[in-house]
């Protein structure tokens, strides 16, 4: 495992116990150049669920793309850096436990407003302009109109 400060690829563990969620490892560990001390965590990978994007085209799932997207929609919303964690923990429960190892984006994008929306409806509705591709102040409009009905 390579350092995340200075890239050495002497590292040792100091620490190993199971995750909150009882699905990973969490691992401890210490750069034996720099000293600086991190956070790893371990899963058992079987299969790569592939996911089908809008052009049919396939690609290996990756956890930081909807890391990023609730990020950037959560940006300077009262919203925990905990909270994003288990929200993005909980969707890909979600996906994981699906039968299908091949998911289409529109499922993933709906989970996560899903989640969004019970979490913050302002980084709700963020996601669901740029995921829906809103083109007007009237779909914006009309998506603020579904959530003030609810």
Partial sequence: MKCPYCNAADT???D???ADDNSSIRRRRQCEACGKRFTTYEKLETMPLMVIKKDNSREVYDRSK???GILHSCHKR???SQQIKAVIDEIENQIFNMEEKEVPTS???ELVMKKLQTLDEV???RFASVYREFKDVNTFIEEIGKLLKK
Wanted: glycine share 6%; net charge positive.
């Fill in 12 to 14: 040792k563990v100091i």
């Fill in 66 to 68: 909807i890391e990023a």
């Fill in 107 to 109: 499922v993933i994008g």
């Fill in 16 to 18: 190993s116990r199971p």
């Fill in 78 to 80: 009262p919203v925990s």
């Fill in 123 to 125: 980084a709700y509705v």
